[in-house]
């Protein structure tokens, strides 16, 4: 009982260590970048679609979009655990992250697109190219470059939001952590570590964002 | 699809239920994140750096460290050192830190897109800080923060959802007991996400309202009782409410 009233243990935080960062490593950050991969595609397709497509399409996507988006990814993960029981649940985990962030890049896209300048849409009409070219050569180069930051910080915000995979029972890094310290009756240092690695993994990244931001205006 | 129907509307006292403990979640964590917002915001922007730089570690703690872990923490950690809170407040704490974190680079970024001139004129009326801020700069700010915080809020009505792990009875926690005597399909797809989405367009439509009144108030664009009179002086009226979903 005497081990109860100590606030720090470091043997306990030692121990916490391995399951943690190995729920990090084959989960957390598995699905952060699987789930990025297909985020960033899809998120294309989406916004093509949304622009490109004829009007019912177009029209029944931008609404899917907007419904995925305005609602939560724990009863997406839910839905998608019990509809597809063939799929194991890391599989669902990867695929509904994937889904659920491409709503959001494919906003992010869209802006992309309309802030390619009007000039270059002029000078492809007056080069008479096709439009598969137009798109393929000229707007969709100019219009990924001011998109990276954009979708680098989504990545980020699906990285802590992995968490989430443990309401369809995936041991990513924070359930490792609170199976941890339910074995073990003490939740500080697993929990803690769970939150340090967060913080250490997601500051610098979003600082090296911000660099990018910063000279990407600046080239414009 | 009746079995659906009526299954739901038997389990509907406690998806009522479910809702109330969403919609409170909601809104009391909004109103902490708006609260801690606005003083981190305006800690963070500040020129001293005894408070600059404090505020900037807060929001990097609280943004950089995930939602799911800092609800874990209030609640399975904090009792280990004699801090038992109610499940309730756990919810509002974490989502409101957790938020309010996000919420104040928005209101730090506001604060400092009012333009420069605005700043000059209250020095040039020897307005003291604090008055410059009420009367000049924060009315400013709040017309152009509005839309951010409206998606902010979305997104904490949606991270809600995850408070069953703590053992509260939500709308999800109710989904999950609907699913056991309905499809699938039906329990999550059909009422769950559409109750949720449902409850974000009310969500958005409140904002658009307080964006309107809050631009109004600046002598920007109509008051909200012309854009809600059912005869609209002039269409465009309903579009500068703008858009934040």
């Known amino acids: 009982m005497q081990e109860q009233t100590e606030i720090w243990d470091w043997e306990m935080f030692f121990r916490a260590l391995p399951p943690v960062l190995e729920g990090f490593l084959t989960v957390t950050l ?5 789930g990025t991969v297909i985020a960033a595609a899809l998120g294309l397709v989406w916004a093509m679609l949304i622009r490109l497509a004829p009007q019912p399409v177009s029209g029944i996507v931008k609404w899917f979009v907007a419904f995925i988006r305005m609602t939560p990814i724990v009863v997406q993960l839910l839905f998608a655990y019990y509809a597809f029981l063939m799929f194991d649940a890391m599989t669902i985990g990867i695929v509904v992250f994937g889904i659920h962030y491409s709503t959001y890049m494919s906003e992010v896209y869209r802006a ?3 802030a390619v300048p009007k000039g270059q849409w002029e000078a492809t009409t007056a080069l008479s190219m096709s439009t598969r070219r137009t798109w393929a050569a000229v707007v969709i180069p100019q219009a990924l470059r001011a998109t990276v930051p954009a979708l680098g910080n989504y990545a980020i915000s699906m990285f802590k939001d992995t968490p989430f995979l443990l309401v369809i029972g995936v041991v990513e890094m924070v359930n490792a952590a609170q199976i941890f310290g339910g074995n073990n009756f003490r939740y500080v240092e697993a929990i ?3 939150g340090i690695i967060f913080l250490l993994a997601s500051y610098p990244t979003s600082v090296l964002i911000r660099r990018m931001e910063k000279r990407l205006a600046y080239a414009n | 699809m009746l079995e659906n129907i009526q299954a739901t509307v038997e389990a509907w006292p406690f998806l009522a239920q479910g809702l109330w403990v969403t919609i409170q979640l909601t809104v009391l964590g909004s109103a902490l994140a708006l609260v801690l917002a606005i003083i981190l915001g305006l800690m963070a922007g500040a020129q001293h750096k005894a ?19 800092q609800l874990f923490f209030i609640f399975f950690v904090l009792p280990q050192f004699g801090v038992d809170l109610p499940g309730m407040v756990v919810g509002v704490l974490a989502l409101g ?5 996000y919420a104040a680079e928005v209101v730090r970024g506001s604060i400092a897109s009012v333009p420069r001139g605005q700043w000059e004129a209250t020095t040039a009326l020897s307005m003291s800080p604090v ?28 991270g809600t959802a995850i408070v069953s792990v703590i053992l509260l009875q939500d709308f999800t926690f109710h989904l999950d007991q609907l699913r056991r005597v309905t499809d699938t399909t039906w329990a999550y797809a059909v009422v769950g996400l559409v109750g949720y989405f449902v409850l974000a367009l009310v969500l958005t439509l409140v904002m658009n309202a307080l964006e309107a009144r809050a631009k109004h108030r600046l002598g920007r664009g109509p008051s909200l009782r012309e854009i809600l009179s059912p005869t609209p002086t002039s269409k465009d009226n309903l579009s500068t409410a703008g858009s934040a979903i």
């Not at chain 1, 598995?30 to 699987?34: A, E, N, Q, Y």
């Not at chain 2, 408070?51 to 872990?69: C, D, H, K, N, Y």
Request: cysteine-free.
């Open chain 1, 30 to 34: 598995l699905v952060t970048v699987l």
């Open chain 1, 112 to 114: 992309g697109i309309d």
């Open chain 1, 192 to 194: 803690t570590l769970a």
């Open chain 2, 51 to 69: 408070l600059a730089v404090p505020g900037r570690i807060i929001i990097e703690f609280f943004r950089g460290t995930s939602l799911v872990v």
């Open chain 2, 97 to 101: 830190l957790n938020y309010g974190a």
């Open chain 2, 131 to 158: 008055h410059r801020m009420r009367r000049v700069i924060f009315p400013q700010a709040w017309a152009l923060m509005i839309p951010s915080l409206a998606s902010l809020m979305v997104h904490l009505l949606k």
